[in-house]
């Protein structure tokens, strides 16, 4: 069965079209009938009773036509047997009703007494007519049939490409947890032996981020907040590790503490400022976090120590998995750089569009 015929707002636009349609054509009929030619007028019941027999005759008829095209998926078969068999359906259509229409005008004139020549020239302009209509029904037919399925086709085709982009944004966080928590316990590594007792804080730390990511991995945002939170879990660890080469300053904007950001975001530029940028430095460096707003758009930015070179230009793979989840969920609309800042420093900064962060309930 075809789809679009089996939608229930399809089958009220099809009832609301056919009624319609027939009525209006009982009333033109009528009103025709009536007021013009009133020398050969018929008896007003006659004017009246046989346009509405006519109207219903083609509400039926062209019915049972649809319900036949439906059983047999006509429409789906293309080509040159469609073409003949919507000509002969037109065709017989038009003959049934034709004869419909001249029976009971025949019964009509008898009943009230009206004189009605039925000539060869009478029948064949009436077949005429219910031609013209027939194809004009079928005519309209088709074309709802056709931008019905075209909606619909767009509707699948917009599910698909959502369903596509959730699943690659749960692979994307799937791949970033295991990031994160390979350079966690990396650092947690190296302190069990050099200082255990640090290494016993380091894991409750690391357990209150692990804590963190599986909650937030169920969702596409989270509070500004909790992600700075985060943060500072994470850095309090990389301190422990660093000890003085690591220096954090904050600059954070009191009313962009409620706004919705992806969850993992600002962690990640904080990981490639690391990894990048202090770690290489044997005298350390420093990180400065901002996160500031205006009436169109959040600003996240980590400016630290070091350069930006050839291999280093794109960042690494949290850098790169941040691109593409912006992507998806913002399109072209927000907005992530890595450039040298002067003064040998790198800044790090996402744009994000304000119309879509709201504040968490």
Not at 205 to 228: G, H, I, K, P, T
Not at 251 to 268: F, G
Not at 321 to 337: C, D, F, P, S, V
Request: net charge positive.
């Amino acid at each position: 069965m075809e789809p679009v015929l089996q939608d229930r707002p399809t089958r009220g636009l099809y009832w609301l079209c056919q009624l319609s349609g027939w009525s209006a054509l009982a009333l033109y009929q009528i009103s025709t009938s009536l007021f013009e030619n009133p020398s050969h007028l018929p008896p007003p019941a006659v004017a009246v009773i046989e346009p509405l027999l006519s109207a219903l005759y083609g509400l039926i008829v062209t019915h049972l036509l649809y319900r036949h095209m439906r059983r047999n998926t006509w429409l789906r078969k293309l080509g040159s047997k469609l073409a003949v068999r919507l000509t002969a359906a037109i065709l017989l259509s038009a003959a049934t009703l034709d004869a419909l229409d001249m029976s009971s005008m025949y019964l009509l004139n008898r009943w009230f007494a009206f004189h009605l020549p039925f000539t060869r020239r009478i029948i064949l302009l009436s077949l005429g007519s219910w031609i013209v209509i027939t194809v004009a029904w079928m005519a309209l037919y088709l074309a709802i049939h056709e931008l019905q399925r075209r909606r619909i086709q767009e509707v699948r085709g917009l599910r698909l490409e959502v369903i596509a982009q959730e699943a690659q944004l749960r692979g994307l966080r799937a791949q970033l947890n295991p990031h994160f928590f390979f350079n966690c316990l990396n650092s947690l590594r190296e302190m069990i032996h050099e200082n255990p007792q640090r290494a016993d804080q380091m894991i409750t730390q690391l357990s209150d981020l692990m804590r963190y990511a599986m909650q937030s991995n169920q969702a596409d945002f989270v509070a500004l907040a909790s992600e700075l939170q985060s943060v500072r879990d994470y850095l309090a660890l990389e301190t422990i590790r660093f000890e003085e080469r690591l220096r954090v300053t904050w600059d954070i904007a009191a009313k962009s503490l409620q706004l919705r950001v992806p969850p993992m975001l600002l962690q990640t530029l904080v990981e490639n400022a690391l990894k990048h940028g202090i770690a290489p430095r044997p005298q350390g460096g420093e990180i400065n976090i901002m996160a500031r707003c205006d009436h169109s758009e959040v600003q996240l930015e980590v400016l630290s120590s070091g350069t930006i070179h050839g291999s280093h230009s794109n960042g690494g793979l949290g850098l790169r998995n941040a691109k593409e989840r912006l992507h998806l969920l913002y399109g072209q609309r927000a907005e992530i750089t890595l450039e040298n800042a002067g003064d040998d420093h790198v800044r790090a900064m996402i744009k994000l569009p304000l119309t879509q962060l709201e504040a968490m309930p």
